[in-house]
């Protein structure tokens, strides 16, 4: 009876053992923190999409949260500080904040750094086809949508226009898509401005009850110099046939949503990543949480970075032929 007694204790006492060792194994794993966006939106998915990849998941030496956030801007500080170890933040936020750029903030965020690209957002101008405009500029004295107030699509309207001296002369509307291609269809405006993949639901809708056109914006942000000012918009074409009406491609402009890192993440656990996520499965898989993720490929995986790259992501990139 005794020796059953110390034989079971001692299994009892191996068993605790066991479960100490793979309880402090568990709690030694580094944990990455990886910023999203609002619950429901792109960055959240983006963010969420590389937390849950398989292959990530069972990385034995660190592990990768995904976490809600406001989005881009609070990605970048938090990011910056630490706080986060990696985020989903605009390219033009990163220039912005590097730079001291950033909007009633002159603070410099030197140590967010370039890891890829995940998709672009590009600007596309609706106006009647019957209107016959061709620029932005023809729009001085006319009712324009220019996307929600605090919205993306607001400030980059704001920037462009501003930068082009038409902002203040134009009958600006601040409203969402829908609202807006609503408000064109009722001809209570003559033009709306979105800043969103396409196609864009909403051009769709005002494409269904007029002949629409849209504006090549390339060409004015190319003429006025708005890409030396503001170098990380990158060219975009909207193919002919996107909208219906529109049969010839327009060239337009975007920023880009990127995956940043802090500098001092370390080297390999940036590579480790990017190599698992950047594989035929990886990219279905980032596919499969999110459409908007078909941007992503090897041959873009750098698009609209024009600041430091990570150290991972640098020789990442270079085994993969993208940067010499």
Not at 173 to 200: E, H, K, R, V
Not at 295 to 314: D, R
């Amino acid at each position: 009876m005794k020796n059953k007694l110390v034989n079971a204790l001692a299994g009892v006492c191996t068993f605790l053992a066991l479960t100490l060792i793979f309880s402090a194994n568990t709690s030694a794993k580094e944990i990455y923190t990886f910023g999203g966006g609002p619950a429901g939106g792109t960055f959240q998915f983006m963010a969420g999409g590389i937390s849950t990849y398989e292959p990530i998941k069972d990385i034995t030496k660190f592990r990768v949260l995904a976490k809600a956030s406001a989005g881009s801007v609070e990605n970048l500080r938090k990011v910056d500080s630490g706080k986060y170890a990696m985020g989903v933040v605009y390219s033009g936020h990163v220039y912005q904040g590097r730079n001291g750029m950033m909007k009633n903030d002159p603070k410099k965020y030197e140590n967010v750094m370039g890891v890829a690209y995940f998709y672009g957002a590009p600007a596309q101008l609706v106006v009647r086809k019957e209107s016959g405009m061709t620029q932005a500029k023809q729009l001085i004295g006319q009712k324009a949508g220019v996307g929600n107030a605090g919205s993306g699509a607001y400030a980059n309207c704001e920037l462009f226009f501003t930068h082009l001296g038409i902002w203040d002369k134009i009958k600006r509307n601040a409203m969402g898509y829908n609202d807006a291609a609503t408000a064109f269809g009722n001809n209570q405006l003559d033009a709306f401005w979105l800043f969103t993949a396409f196609p864009s639901g909403a051009v769709l809708m005002a494409a269904q009850t007029n002949d629409i056109d849209l504006i090549d914006l390339y060409a004015e942000a190319e003429e006025s110099g708005f890409f030396k000012k503001y170098p990380y918009f990158s060219k975009i074409v909207i193919p002919a046939g996107t909208y219906k009406g529109v049969d010839r491609d327009v060239p337009s402009f975007q920023d880009s949503a990127l995956w940043v890192a802090n500098k001092d993440v370390p080297a390999d656990v940036v590579y480790t990543l990017l190599s698992k996520i950047y594989t035929d499965e990886g990219l279905e898989h980032m596919r499969n949480v999110k459409k908007t993720a078909k941007a992503m490929s090897i041959e873009s995986g750098i698009n609209g970075i024009v600041t430091p790259l990570h150290p991972g992501a640098i020789k990442f990139w270079k085994e993969k032929g993208i940067l010499q």
